[in-house]
């Protein structure tokens, strides 16, 4: 089952991985000051971004410094939205779940297939009830927030080659998702119904962060740099106004 528990999972490991990549007095900033000063550090991810195998940092801490620190650059400051989405790029980055999404997401839908679709998921929404209904509509945020906030480009060079449909369509899809899977009885039971409601209400922005992630950390050299600045600045205008 989905848990967007990042953060809570932490143990000495990922402690003595901040602790290093703190440097000099490190230790004595942790017990003094907790785990949150040394992941919210600008240095402490400098350092991480510094280091020449990310796979010496454990993939958890890694995915949450990624995406927390993506965030306070746009002044998302909340902890639980950073471990949610850390938690979605996780899933789906390590077990393959945006392609092929287990029983908890889809559940009855039937796809084993090569590729899952947003309309696949929206399509079968209306068949759904209790707590499949949830999980299909937690998923259809989360599928939606990992390809338009990873993967821009891509979304960007199918509307331009294909008239596919664009960011606006994902934001809008992912948005309805989440804000239909908070209203469930469902959503407090698993504890989630502030995190889907606050992520459905700034998905936009959450997006954009991860698009800056994209855009600076994973992807940094565009196939075409200037498809990749007009998508920017198209999307810094749309969400401005």
Same mark, same amino acid.
């Given at each position: 089952m989905?848990?967007?528990q990042?953060?809570?999972?932490?143990?000495?490991?990922? +402690? *003595? /991985? #901040?602790?290093? $990549?703190?440097?000099?007095?490190?230790?004595?900033? !942790?017990? &003094?000051?907790? =785990?949150?000063?040394?992941?919210?550090?600008p240095?402490?991810?400098?350092?991480?971004?510094?280091?020449?195998?990310?796979?010496?940092?454990?993939?958890?801490?890694?995915?949450?410094?990624?995406?927390?620190?993506a965030?306070?650059?746009?002044?998302?400051?909340a902890?639980?939205?950073?471990?949610?989405?850390?938690?979605?790029?996780?899933?789906?980055?390590?077990?393959?779940?945006?392609?092929?999404?287990? +029983? *908890? /997401? #889809?559940?009855? $839908?039937?796809?084993?297939?090569?590729?899952?679709? !947003?309309? &696949?998921?929206? =399509?079968?929404?209306?068949?759904?009830?209790?707590e499949r209904?949830?999980?299909?509509?937690?998923?259809?945020?989360?599928?939606?927030?990992?390809?338009?906030?990873?993967?821009?480009?891509?979304?960007?060079?199918?509307?331009?080659?294909?008239?596919?449909?664009?960011?606006?369509?994902?934001?809008?899809?992912?948005?309805?998702?989440?804000?239909?899977?908070?209203?469930?009885?469902?959503?407090?039971?698993?504890?989630?119904?502030?995190?889907?409601?606050?992520a459905?209400?700034?998905?936009?922005? !959450?997006?954009?962060?991860?698009?800056?992630?994209?855009?600076?950390?994973?992807?940094?050299?565009?196939?075409?740099?200037?498809e990749?600045?007009?998508?920017?600045?198209?999307?810094?205008?749309?969400?401005?106004?």
């Amino acid at each position: 089952m989905f848990r967007p528990q990042v953060r809570a999972s932490f143990g000495r490991r990922e +402690a *003595e /991985a #901040l602790v290093a $990549l703190a440097g000099p007095g490190g230790e004595d900033r !942790l017990r &003094d000051e907790g =785990l949150d000063a040394l992941l919210d550090d600008p240095q402490v991810f400098r350092a991480f971004l510094r280091r020449p195998t990310l796979s010496l940092v454990p993939a958890p801490l890694a995915f949450y410094l990624f995406v927390r620190h993506a965030f306070l650059a746009r002044q998302i400051r909340a902890r639980e939205l950073a471990d949610y989405v850390a938690a979605v790029l996780l899933e789906f980055g390590s077990l393959g779940r945006a392609r092929d999404p287990d +029983a *908890e /997401a #889809l559940w009855q $839908l039937g796809r084993t297939a090569r590729g899952v679709y !947003l309309v &696949d998921v929206a =399509l079968a929404l209306p068949e759904a009830d209790g707590e499949r209904a949830f999980w299909l509509s937690v998923h259809l945020g989360n599928l939606a927030l990992w390809v338009a906030g990873l993967f821009p480009d891509y979304v960007t060079a199918r509307v331009r080659r294909r008239g596919a449909p664009g960011l606006p369509y994902f934001d809008s899809l992912g948005a309805a998702g989440f804000r239909s899977a908070a209203a469930m009885a469902w959503a407090e039971r698993h504890g989630l119904q502030g995190v889907l409601a606050t992520a459905a209400e700034r998905f936009p922005e !959450l997006r954009a962060a991860l698009n800056d992630l994209s855009d600076e950390v994973f992807f940094p050299r565009p196939s075409d740099a200037v498809e990749r600045l007009l998508r920017q600045v198209e999307d810094a205008f749309r969400r401005a106004n």
